[in-house]
């Protein structure tokens, strides 16, 4: 007989055994992601209450120790109700981003990730001070729970607020490498800023140096909206789920009122198709039945798309604005693409172009300058497996007048969806998808043909300028000679011409 021992862990212990999954490999990726997750959720809690964000990084080393930093990282964000504080900060997989909306966050656990990496490499608390702009700032100091996944409240204050401010400080200590980390840092800081033009930035790293990324406008893109699930993206169990609490009497008015854009015509349509009786209620669904509609909802091709309300691009002038104000190229073509639907999820890519300026050409051979972001977040890692780069290599450059290993040229793609095919936990490149390739393909296109315009009319422009001084060089004595031949005394004035050839 076997004397197997069987038992369940917590999400927290998971990834406490595991965390190189959510990508905490080592010091050096470590380092690089906590200060990239408490960005992200600072950036979050701004931009889905409208708030033009400021974030205030601090990074310093703990004095006689080998390798222990403090983070502090400061926002104006819309600041957390102190009872959700604790489970915010202190339980995996426990989070406001569990919606069909577009966020940052997908698994609500990339902050507590950090958290916990900090706790099982120091052993020290984390720090949280908050406020939603009442009266108070609320300062909790806690630890994990990782064999419960419960937040453990070590202490808590309360401070006034006669200023109502709001926003949200974090802080906590961690074993890192910032020497070896820092350049993805500054990279991913300055390509945030990029994305997010009407981002403040500030970074002190732990050599004192200051890094400001200031914004160029206070324009804000729209919130993303939350939306009911789309028919075609429904497996089984949502529908179960769905099912069991709805209070729908019909068919009908279920599909109605948990889908989105399916109004009572479309639900008629579909009920056809599918066989099922309208006015049947939908608790009375046998699992076989509920396996029928799940599959038939899949294959309905009549569904309308689903709307872009739920995604929040930033624009082509804005994203333009960003590449100007960090790059300072000489040409910059950007475009933001139709929504799309890609497995009922909507997305939508925007791409830019940029040539020239301060943009360097590749540094070695067979390298792209390729910047990558998923709901306005960079990403640093695995460019090679991206999506983009797969669409990057298959599109004939040389018809655009570029040779993209060698010229100073960069590609900036965005994909932003309620789901961003993530391959890993870490989220660090986008897997392929046709309808997303497709979009890619396309929207590179047609910066591609901006920036073979350009570069016609440059072309010529550097032709018509090297005739030009060779005219000034050999006029002066063309004109002479020519008033000797015909006995002249004066000389023409060839000025005119020059300047008509200008």
């Known amino acids: 007989m076997s004397n197997e021992k069987f038992k369940s862990i917590s999400p927290a212990d998971f990834f406490y055994k595991n965390r190189e999954i959510a990508g905490f490999d080592n010091p050096v990726k470590a380092t690089y992601m906590i200060i990239r997750e408490l960005v992200e959720n600072s950036l979050d809690a701004c931009e889905t209450h409208k708030i033009i964000p400021e974030i205030f990084i601090h990074l310093r080393k703990i004095p006689k120790s080998l390798n222990v930093y403090e983070i502090h990282v400061q926002d104006n964000g819309c600041g957390i109700p102190f009872d959700y504080i604790p489970p915010a900060f202190g339980q995996i997989l426990y989070s406001s981003k569990y919606t069909l909306r577009q966020t940052r966050g997908t698994f609500g656990m990339g902050g507590k990730m950090a958290i916990l990496y900090g706790q099982i490499t120091t052993h020290f608390p984390v720090t949280v001070i908050s406020s939603t702009g009442l009266d108070d700032w609320h300062l ?10 419960k937040p453990i409240i070590k202490s808590r204050k ?14 906590f200590r ?49 919130p993303p909206l939350e939306i009911l699930p789309h028919p075609n993206g429904v497996d089984m169990e949502t529908l179960n789920r769905l099912i069991s609490e709805t209070k729908a009497k019909s068919m009908i008015e279920f599909l109605q009122k948990h889908f989105h854009r ?11 198709y599918a066989n099922i009786d309208p006015s049947r209620l939908p608790k009375s669904l046998n699992p076989d039945e509920i396996l029928h509609l799940s599959q038939a909802m899949r294959n309905y091709k009549s569904f309308l798309p689903p709307d872009s309300q739920c995604l929040s691009t930033i624009g082509a002038d804005l994203l333009i604005k960003g590449i100007r104000k960090e790059f300072n190229p000489e040409f910059v073509a950007a475009v933001t693409r139709p929504p799309s639907v890609y497995e009922g999820h909507p997305f939508i890519v925007e791409a830019a172009i940029a040539y020239g300026g301060n943009i360097s050409p590749p540094q070695s051979s067979g390298d792209v300058n390729l910047f990558r972001f998923a709901n306005k977040i960079p990403l640093l890692y695995d460019a090679y497996n991206d999506v983009s780069m797969k669409v990057i290599k298959k599109i004939k450059w040389w018809r655009y007048k570029v040779d993209i290993e060698k010229d100073p ?15 890993t936990i870490g989220k660090e490149y986008i897997a392929d998808r046709p309808e997303i390739e497709y979009e890619i393909e396309w929207a590179l296109k047609n910066c591609g043909k901006r920036l073979r315009t350009y570069l016609i009319r440059k072309a010529k422009m550097e032709i018509k300028k090297r005739r030009l001084l060779v005219l000034e060089r050999y006029l002066p004595y063309i004109a002479k000679f020519a008033s000797e031949l015909a006995g002249k005394s004066n000389m023409p004035n060839y000025y005119e011409l020059l300047k008509y050839m200008d």
């Open 140 to 149: 909790f100091k806690l630890m994990i729970d990782i064999q419960n996944n």
């Open 158 to 171: 309360l401070f006034p607020n006669p200023s109502h401010d709001h926003g949200t400080i974090v802080e």
């Open 262 to 272: 399916v109004g009572k015509r479309t639900a008629m349509k579909f009920l056809k």
């Open 174 to 222: 961690f074993e890192g490498d910032y020497i070896r980390a820092k350049q993805r840092i500054i990279e991913y800081l300055k390509l945030t800023a990029t994305i997010l033009p009407y981002l403040n930035l500030t970074f002190i790293d732990p050599d004192g140096i200051l890094y400001l990324f200031n914004r160029s406008t206070k324009i804000l893109p729209k």
């Open 409 to 423: 040229v960069a590609f900036f793609i965005h994909i932003c969806s309620t789901k961003i095919p993530y391959k």
